[in-house]
């Protein structure tokens, strides 16, 4: 890894790992106590719409992206509010839809071929110095905002009807955390693309979950375990020619099934102990 920090792409790399993994960690930990896996899935493959409408239209697909992924994640949130037994449909079919949009829309775009798999998968390889600096403001921007409506957002997420009595207000908190949300998912898209792009937000959120005992704790590990899995993808690509983003998603799954084993072997041992512990007292 030391070796290929000599290359200024590998630099780049690994900087726009680090300020995703830290994204996801904070976000994600919030869609995974929140329940927001699919809504989260919905807006992130429906960004695919806004990136072919910057490329029409012939605008920066940063700004297509956010653009599309926030107004499609207005309307989600709308709904998932408003009918929670007809969300899943709805979000299902902007899921599909902001694909298909994005795709005839690249298709229409004259004398232009997008790579697609670029963005189905990511780029991180490529990340440019002008979007690692979008990235760190817009990061520190989202960051700040999730801090300042921390309290606010804990008891949310886990008491919404004492959140209420509270007079926190829940509604406006839930459509900011949405467009919080789809944000993210535009920034880390071209670190591991939009079909990878979920499982950075879910899996280190749902280890860490297990092994902390707060929200903030678990936000902290969340973090630590992305920039790990990001690190390690990144040398498992550079070491034996792999894609990026999908070495950085298959390290999180190793690590994600192997917790789940770790968990079956705890819970067998206190069985164990709890059994002789019994049996002793019968003696």
Not at 150 to 174: H, I, T, W
Not at 238 to 243: A, H, I, Q, V
Not at 258 to 280: A, N, T
């Amino acid at each position: 890894m030391v070796e290929a920090l000599q290359f200024e792409f590998m630099r780049n790399a690994l900087l726009a790992g680090v300020t995703a993994s830290i994204l996801c960690g904070v976000i994600g930990s919030l869609i995974v106590v929140n329940r927001l896996v699919f809504l989260s899935g919905g807006i992130a493959h429906s960004a695919y719409g806004g990136i072919g409408l910057a490329f029409f239209l012939g605008l920066p697909y940063m700004v297509g992206a956010v653009a599309f992924s926030f107004v499609s994640a207005m309307v989600m949130a709308a709904v998932s509010a408003r009918s929670k037994q007809r969300a899943d449909t709805i979000i299902g079919v902007m899921w599909a839809g902001g694909m298909a949009v994005g795709i005839l829309l690249i298709d229409m775009t004259p004398g232009y071929n997008v790579d697609l798999m670029s963005y189905l998968f990511g780029s991180i390889l490529s990340v440019p110095q002008s979007d690692l600096i979008w990235m760190a403001l817009v990061g520190t921007a989202i960051l700040l905002l999730v801090f300042y409506f921390f309290k606010d957002l804990l008891v949310m997420s886990y008491d919404e009807e004492f959140a209420m009595v509270r007079g926190v207000p829940v509604k406006r908190l839930y459509y900011m955390l949405i467009g919080i949300v789809a944000i993210t998912v535009v920034m880390v898209v071209q670190v591991v693309g939009l079909i990878l792009v979920i499982a950075l937000l879910t899996i280190p959120p749902y280890i860490a979950e297990k092994y902390t005992s707060s929200l903030a704790q678990m936000m902290l590990l969340s973090c630590c375990l992305g920039v790990v899995f990001t690190t390690g993808g990144l040398w498992l690509s550079y070491s034996f020619d792999l894609t990026s983003g999908a070495a950085i998603i298959f390290l999180a799954g190793v690590v994600f099934f192997l917790s789940l084993i770790v968990d079956k072997l705890i819970d067998m041992r206190k069985r164990q102990i709890m059994l002789r512990s019994h049996q002793e007292e019968m003696q």
